[in-house]
Structure formats: structure tokens, C-alpha cells
């Protein structure tokens, strides 16, 4: 229960009504099922404060993603990685761990396509886009 105070009279703004619906759909969420698919982590680590010159403490963390045996990609912006929730967030969060030692403060991004009942996303997706660059 969301307990509102409010003055007499008043009807409440739009940012108290932004929070109800988010509590109400929080509540009454329903657990997400998995078949077996896979999902997609596109994420970044980056260490803070330590200058421009990141890219020993992003290696440290791209070697945590190709040690875990999980299909993955990076490029200049974001490592991709592809298994089930579990793996790839234990991977993202090894990864953030491996950084660590290289600052205090280490700003992560990730972005998720998590989609039930497909396998292979990573290079499907990849694949589908070349195809249709082609044609």
C-alpha cells in the first residue's frame, strides 16, 4: 500500500502518479519465463579517474568474457556476450570485478535482448543484417 500526503484539495502531480503505477506493476509482476533461449548482454566497463588511456583495465575485463567460453563479440564500444541470465551476468559482474583493481570507480553499461526461445542470436542477428546489406 502507497500511503499519499497530499494537501486538502489538491490532486497529486504527475510525478506521485509516475510512482503508484510503477509500485502497482511492480507488484503485481509476474515471473518471466525461460525456455532455453539465450539472451544478449551488450555491455561497457569503464575504470574513472584513471585518464583517457583505459584500455589495459578493458582488457583485463574482455579476458573474463573470452575465458568463459560464452559466444561473444567486442568492438570499440561494447563487449556482447550470449548464454542464459545467470552465465552472462555472472561473466558481467567477473568482469566489473576484474576492473576494480585498476580504479575506485568503474561505470558499467549494459543493455539486454533477452528473448525466449532463441539460441544463437548473436551471430543470427549478424547474419541477418549482412543478408539484407547484400541484397
Given amino acids: 500500500m502507497l500511503l499519499i500526503a497530499r494537501s486538502p484539495g489538491r490532486s497529486p502531480g504527475p510525478q506521485l502518479i509516475f510512482r503508484q503505477l510503477i509500485f502497482q506493476s511492480i507488484r503485481h509482476a509476474k515471473?518471466?519465463?525461460?525456455?532455453?533461449?539465450?539472451?544478449?548482454?551488450?555491455?561497457?566497463?569503464?575504470?574513472?579517474?584513471?585518464?583517457?588511456?583505459?584500455?589495459?583495465?578493458?582488457?583485463?575485463?574482455?579476458?573474463?568474457?573470452?575465458?568463459?567460453?560464452?559466444?561473444?563479440?567486442?568492438?570499440?564500444?561494447f563487449t556482447s556476450i550470449e548464454g542464459d541470465w545467470d552465465e552472462v551476468m555472472s561473466v558481467i559482474k567477473e568482469a566489473v570485478e576484474a576492473v576494480k583493481p585498476f580504479a575506485n570507480r568503474v561505470s558499467t553499461v549494459i543493455k539486454i535482448d533477452d528473448r525466449a526461445g532463441v539460441t544463437d542470436g548473436l551471430s543470427r542477428k549478424m547474419e541477418s543484417l549482412e543478408r539484407h546489406l547484400a541484397g
Avoid at 519465463?33 to 578493458?58: K, N, Q, W, Y
Wanted: net charge negative; hydrophobic share 45%; proline share 6%.
Fill in 31 to 77: 515471473p518471466s519465463r525461460h525456455d532455453g533461449g539465450s539472451m544478449i548482454a551488450a555491455f561497457s566497463v569503464t575504470p574513472l579517474g584513471i585518464g583517457e588511456d583505459v584500455a589495459e583495465a578493458v582488457a583485463a575485463a574482455v579476458r573474463v568474457v573470452r575465458a568463459s567460453g560464452l559466444p561473444n563479440q567486442t568492438d570499440a564500444m
